[in-house]
């Protein structure tokens, strides 16, 4: 019984430290919210399908280059009048702002993740109670496992491969230094 108690705090302080330093970095570093960059209203933002009418209205046919907005990887905003015809065209880069500036925070908030993990984890391996020690080494790990999985997929090839050979690294020295 015993031993289950300490595995039990062990788990509770890893899963908290994980929660804490999450809602942490969130509270000092947002992440960048779609509906900022892209705050479409529902009379503006193209559906992909408009509702016919009860009474369809015969609507004036304009032309707009839709081509070019769709290369540039923008969306085209059809803005309707009441009978539900659409009356202007524009073509929106909102979607590349936003994905760039979520790319940037993937980036720092990776890297501040990674920094808190390590802390973690030396803080495990030099804590004299085991409980909180594997607790600290548990959360050090569940830190680099949720930003790994989180932000992986905005890094290039060769990036992935750095990230996972320091992050062995890491975990092999951490090993050592608390088992040998």
Not at 15 to 25: G, Q, R
Not at 41 to 53: D, R
Not at 79 to 96: A, H, K, L, R, W
Not at 146 to 174: H, M, N, P
């Amino acid at each position: 019984m015993k031993d289950f108690r300490r595995i039990l705090i062990s788990v509770a302080i890893a899963i908290l430290l994980t929660l804490f330093l999450v809602f942490a970095v969130d509270l000092f570093y947002a992440e960048p919210k779609y509906e900022t960059y892209c705050n479409f209203s529902t009379n503006s933002f193209t559906p992909a399908f408009k509702e016919i009418p009860a009474n369809p209205v015969n609507c004036t046919n304009f032309r707009y280059d839709y081509n070019q907005c769709y290369n540039g990887q923008g969306y085209v905003n059809y803005v309707y009048d009441s009978n539900g015809c659409p009356y202007n065209v524009t073509c929106s880069d909102c979607n590349i702002r936003y994905d760039s500036d979520r790319k940037e925070y993937a980036g720092f908030a990776f890297t501040i993740f990674i920094i808190l993990a390590v802390i973690a984890l030396i803080a495990g391996i030099y804590f004299l109670i085991e409980p909180v020690s594997f607790g600290f080494l548990l959360g050090g790990l569940i830190i680099i496992l949720q930003a790994t999985i989180r932000y992986f997929s905005d890094f290039g090839k060769v990036t992935k491969v750095v990230v996972l050979g320091i992050e062995l690294i890491i975990l092999i020295w951490i090993s050592y230094k608390k088992f040998k």
